[in-house]
Nanobody
């Protein structure tokens, strides 16, 4: 069974940092691009960052220079290091993998940035 489990969220002051983790099970992440999305209440999930199987990365404009996505295929885990956090970064953060057999999401981890 394909599973993605996010962790590392929490409450942090503006300017602080958090590192989110997405631990995968039931499959190997190594052939797949992996992504992070975030959702604030009442809105759709928005793209945050992606890392390909060749370690290329891209980010939504609002987090460029502050967030870093990385992957450790040996640990079957994807990370999102978030620095210089702002109140507008508040939201539920989700890990995602799109495979031929489906579009899989984790349960999310909440990040709250206080001003």
């Amino acid at each position: 069974e394909v599973q993605l489990v996010e962790s590392g969220g929490g409450l942090v002051q503006s300017g602080g940092s958090l590192r989110l983790s997405c631990s995968a099970s039931g499959f190997s992440i190594s052939p797949y691009p992996m992504s992070w999305f975030r959702q604030t209440s009442g809105r759709e999930r928005d793209f945050v960052a992606r890392i390909t199987n060749s370690y290329s990365t891209d980010y939504t404009d609002s987090v460029k220079g502050r967030f870093t996505i990385s992957r450790d295929n040996a640990k079957n885990t994807v990370y999102l290091l978030m620095n210089s956090l702002k109140p507008e970064d508040t939201g539920e953060y989700f890990c995602r993998v799109f495979r031929l057999d489906g579009d899989y999401w984790g349960q999310g981890t909440q990040v709250t940035v206080s001003s």
